[in-house]
């Protein structure tokens, strides 16, 4: 009997849209659909995606991928941008300030009328509190820290196979976390692209971080630009895709309006095991629980 997991599987891009095809009999037995039929389901399958991410709120959710971006903290430095590498953040979940030593301390994440009410805006010390200040686009989003350092400590900085990496935890390097290559690599270095003059890294030297935010949030998610793009949302999520992809398809397809509601049903089954809040509010009493 052969053993594997659940997590060595995963739907592409073309398995989406292969999928939800069948779902709308837009899929021939015979061999593959017409070009520009891929490329319209391409298309409506990249606008859920964006669509996906304008619900935010109450019965209306949103779906979303959870990332971790460490920022350099800089001297007097009250706001960051994406100038200063701020990432397209849907909702912040934690913030730390990471020192010299390692240490991190959680931060209090404000908001915009605490923010507005604070006297000193430019206090300086050890940073305690952040407020996200949203734009419509994303992009254009805006992190104010309080306090703001009055000095910073930068991180070490390597090269390999001539990509800058910084160091975001401190440590002795070993083949476990060489940049790149090293199995844990991703917990001690940021990789920093372009190529920047600095020093090789070698095995056996001590590592240091510098003053840095570490931020956890959610994202919007990628975009399916490529056939073999994989989901960058949770395992389990793909049959919600799937059925939303062939609802949108089905006029195309002159589908049936029972089969157009058998799929509207099930889509709304996916949902309520997804976002279980989007479930009909009820007092009827089902296997000794009450839905409320």
Not at 87 to 109: A, K, M, Q, Y
Not at 235 to 240: A, K
Request: hydrophobic fraction near 35%.
């Amino acid at each position: 009997m052969s053993v594997g997991t659940t997590a060595d599987f995963a739907l592409t891009r073309n398995d989406i849209i292969a999928s939800a095809l069948r779902k709308v009999r837009g899929w021939p037995e015979d061999g593959n659909p017409p070009t520009h039929r891929i490329r319209e389901a391409i298309r409506a399958l990249n606008l859920i995606v964006r669509t996906e991410d304008l619900k935010q709120t109450d019965l209306s959710k949103s779906l979303w991928a959870y990332s971790t971006t460490y920022l350099d903290l800089a001297v007097k430095r009250a706001i960051y941008s994406s100038s200063q590498s701020l990432p397209e953040i849907r909702e912040l979940d934690t913030v730390l300030v990471r020192d010299t030593s390692g240490g991190d301390v959680p931060l209090d994440i404000i908001s915009p009328s605490a923010y507005a009410s604070l006297a000193q805006k430019n206090d300086t010390g050890v940073p305690s509190k952040v407020y996200l200040k949203e734009a419509r686009l994303r992009t254009s989003n805006t992190l104010f820290i309080n306090p703001v350092p009055s000095s910073v400590t930068a991180g070490d900085s390597v090269t390999v196979s001539n990509v800058l990496y910084t160091c975001i935890l401190g440590h002795t390097s070993s083949t476990e976390n060489k940049p790149a290559t090293g199995a844990s690599y991703s917990l001690y270095w940021r990789n920093d692209g372009a190529h920047v003059a600095a020093d090789d890294w070698a095995t056996a030297t001590d590592y240091s971080n510098g003053d840095l935010l570490v931020l956890h949030y959610k994202r919007p998610l990628y975009d399916f630009d490529l056939q073999y793009d994989n989901p960058d949302f949770p395992l389990g999520w793909e049959d919600y895709f799937i059925y939303k992809l062939a609802i949108r398809l089905a006029p195309e397809y002159d589908l049936g309006m029972d089969r157009r509601q058998e799929l509207k049903n099930d889509l709304a089954q996916i949902s309520a095991e997804i976002f279980p809040s989007t479930r009909q509010k009820t007092n009827t009493y089902h296997n000794k629980t009450c839905f409320f």
